[in-house]
């Protein structure tokens, strides 16, 4: 089936220390996104990226970190300097056309031990 | 810059009855497009329905449509015959000439009661 594939469903970081949450789409889609939500909030945009090797900052984007090496696959990484990462983040992509949805994964929840 | 406002944070509803899902935009782009989203306690967001800035008709998909009043901003998501599986947080979101970029409205929970 195709679609988007999240890793791992629940992550803990310590403190100072970085994680990286791994997305796999294998829809052919360019574009691809990192949103994060906060409890009983809208989603807000971390990084996307339109095409490989390239990548842009949304409206969150200290203390995280993306890499787009090939079509299929957008990992980020929560670094130290995100001082509260606590949240569900939702990978997604899309062919990046305006009348065009988004398809999401599943979601990662990251907590602080 | 894109806004989105949905202004009820809470909906209830009575099983197999239609209910209204607030929302208002605001945009400077020409083009842009509007969507919403269901995400269950599950936390997947589930795609339902698309509406184009450009188009004439008022989209439609099963049980979801879309009330879009351009003029006022406007694009209300009404489902019809609640079932219990609608429960769950309701997005709207929009897109504008940034290569496809959502911007989200807070969200509403909505409950159908049995």
């Known amino acids: 089936d195709g679609g988007i594939t999240q890793s791992p469903k629940y992550l803990f970081r310590k403190e100072g220390q970085n994680v990286t949450l791994s997305c796999e789409q294998n829809?052919?889609?360019?574009?691809m996104y990192w949103y994060r939500q906060d409890p009983g909030q809208g989603l807000r945009l971390i990084y996307y990226?339109?095409?490989?090797?390239?990548?842009q900052k949304g409206d969150i984007a200290e203390g995280y970190s993306v890499s787009r090496e090939k079509k299929e696959s957008f990992p980020l990484t929560v670094t130290s300097a995100q001082k509260n990462p606590t949240a569900f983040y939702l990978c997604?992509?899309?062919?990046?056309?305006?009348?065009?949805?988004?398809?999401f994964g599943d979601g990662t929840r990251l907590s602080i031990l | 810059a894109q806004k989105i406002t949905q202004t009820q944070p809470g909906m209830f509803v009575q099983e197999k009855e239609a209910v209204t899902l607030d929302c208002t935009y605001d945009?400077?782009?020409?083009?842009?497009?509007l969507f919403w989203y269901k995400q269950p306690s599950s936390g997947e967001m589930i795609f339902l329905i698309y509406?184009?800035?450009?188009?004439?008709q008022n989209a439609t998909e099963g049980r979801y449509s879309l009330n879009f009043q351009k003029a006022r901003k406007s694009a209300n998501l009404v489902i019809s015959a609640s079932q219990l599986g609608d429960s769950a947080m309701y997005f709207c979101?929009?897109?504008?000439?940034?290569?496809?970029?959502?911007?989200f409205g807070q969200g509403t929970i909505l409950t159908v009661h049995p």
């Open positions: 997604a992509s899309s062919t990046g056309q305006l009348n065009q949805p988004q398809h």
């Open positions: 829809l052919n889609h360019d574009a």
């Open positions: 990226s339109q095409i490989v090797n390239d990548f």
């Open positions: 945009t400077s782009d020409p083009s842009y497009g």
């Open positions: 509406q184009g800035s450009y188009d004439q």
């Open positions: 979101a929009m897109t504008g000439t940034s290569y496809g970029k959502l911007t």
